[in-house]
């Protein structure tokens, strides 16, 4: 914070501005995770338990959205965090020859 001090020549009298720097939250995007017919349903329960850090209750209700639905949300994070969370699971989709795609797209009432 920075300060400034004025001085009145009159009575001596000392006043400080201090200056607010507002820091702006970071801009969150949702993860998706997309349906396909190879991936397998416990694989993707894994990494939305794994990476995503759901209880297995919660990853198994995001799993059965994404099978009926095409697409689901694993998380909503700052956009380094979201992108490297879907690296690191595309990476270890590969690892196990699994076509798995994740996207990011910003949250539309993130402002």
Do not use: C, W
């Not at 507002?22 to 995007?29: D, I, M, T, V």
């Not at 694989?43 to 099978?67: C, D, K, N, Q």
Request: proline share 4%; aromatic share 8%.
């Amino acid at each position: 914070m920075g300060q400034a001090h004025d001085e009145d020549a009159g009575g001596g009298v000392t006043t400080e501005t201090q200056e607010r720097i507002k820091s702006a939250r970071p801009r969150l995007f949702r993860v998706l995770v997309h349906n396909d017919d190879y991936t397998t349903r416990e694989f993707v329960v894994y990494v939305l338990e794994h990476v995503f850090r759901h209880s297995e209750a919660e990853a198994t209700r995001i799993m059965i959205h994404v099978h009926r639905k095409g697409v689901g949300v694993a998380g909503i994070f700052p956009r380094e965090i979201a992108e490297t969370k879907m690296h690191k699971v595309e990476r270890l989709a590969r690892s196990y020859d699994y076509p798995l795609v994740l996207s990011m797209e910003p949250l539309e009432d993130d402002a």
